[in-house]
């Protein structure tokens, strides 16, 4: 263990991940006989540039790496079919920064179209005055008590890049131009700020995910937990003032987390409805229809196939479900129709 010099953690490139934990509370360098575990901090040298060559700051710029540059991110697990499968290691070994937004780990496969991951060389995890490794977890969001927002929203997808953002943030103009204050969250994923700062722009009063709850990452988090801590994260925007929120849920239904999610009582019973997200017109039919066999109430499909006039004639033939593009996703009309389920109408919300 030694004390940081306080000059190698404000020049150090802190990552987004770790934007909850104060710089001031980072005071010790710490080489414990333990495994690094999910949420640790440890600072890293950059040994060599793969496909991330920036890192995301906490205030969302995307800072240029070289070679030497010393940066702090926060070990986790990795899922995303079109980048990485990665895994916290055994030891503080050489790893990989496997996210932008600031996700240590080992690489064990990634898409092709990825040139490899960027090296990493930990010198230590980043402890606090008492010489304990910090953790994630021990900033999360408190839990929160008193009720959920009117009426919460979720937007599911067949996988990463299907348009589920840019569903939830249209979502989100909607009912925000409708006078209701809109929450947002996204309960599941890889640390990054991108879809967060979308949402507020497009009107969220009140934004919270999953790296507020203590997770870079929710890949492997036990369902139970996450199910919690997506509670919390709505109950949270519910008891600051939010009368609706809008959860964004990452990847697809096959992967283990979301499925298990989407089959929970608990998710379910909170949730006022459901859209599916897709690229093509098959993924949303059998998506769409695998929700509604979970017990959701499936609103409607939107997402990338929306681009094909095609794609939206045959998963509108195929499913008998509302086909909406981004036009639609924030027409009043409809809106109107989807607060209404929850007993909200435009005039409650504005004062009106």
Not at 12 to 28: C, L, V
Not at 159 to 178: D, E, R, V, Y
Not at 288 to 302: D, E, K, P, Y
Request: aromatic share 6%; charged share 20%; glycine share 12%.
């Amino acid at each position: 263990m030694q004390i940081l010099d306080r000059k190698v953690v404000n020049r150090a490139k802190r990552a987004f991940s770790t934007r909850r934990i104060p710089a001031d509370d980072i005071k010790t360098l710490v080489t414990p006989m333990r495994a690094p575990e999910v949420g640790d901090l440890v600072l890293a040298r950059v040994a060599e540039l793969g496909s991330h060559k920036k890192i995301e700051l906490p205030s969302g710029r995307r800072a240029t790496m070289n070679p030497g540059d010393e940066i702090i991110v926060a070990y986790g697990d990795r899922y995303a079919p079109d980048q990485y499968e990665a895994y916290v290691p055994d030891d503080l070994g050489p790893c990989h920064l496997v996210a932008a937004g600031g996700v240590a780990a080992r690489a064990e496969s990634w898409h092709e179209r990825m040139s490899g991951p960027t090296r990493i060389e930990p010198i230590g995890l980043l402890g606090c005055a008492r010489h304990e490794p910090l953790n994630l977890t021990d900033y999360a969001v408190e839990r929160a008590s008193g009720p959920m927002p009117d009426a919460v929203f979720a937007v599911f997808g067949t996988s990463m890049n299907a348009g589920k953002t840019i569903t939830a943030a249209t979502l989100i103009k909607g009912f925000a131009n409708a006078g209701h204050r809109v929450g947002a969250a996204k309960i599941v994923g890889t640390a990054a700020g991108g879809d967060l700062w979308l949402m507020r722009d497009c009107g969220a009063s009140e934004v919270q995910d999953f790296t507020d709850a203590g997770f870079p990452s929710t890949f492997n988090i036990d369902p139970v937990i996450l199910c919690k801590s997506a509670e919390n994260l709505v109950r949270t925007i519910g008891k600051r003032g939010c009368d609706v929120a809008v959860i964004e849920i990452a990847d697809g239904l096959y992967r283990t987390e979301t499925a298990a999610l989407a089959a929970t009582e608990e998710l379910r019973s909170i949730l006022t409805g459901a859209f599916f997200a897709a690229g093509d017109a098959m993924g949303a039919v059998s998506g769409a229809a695998a929700l509604a066999r979970a017990g959701h109430r499936v609103l409607g499909i939107m997402g990338a196939l929306t681009r094909s006039p095609l794609a939206v004639r045959e998963a509108r033939e195929a499913s008998g479900y509302p086909i909406l593009d981004l036009n639609g996703l924030s027409d009043p009309g409809f809106v109107a129709e989807w607060a209404g389920l929850a007993g909200l109408g435009y005039a409650a919300a504005s004062g009106q």
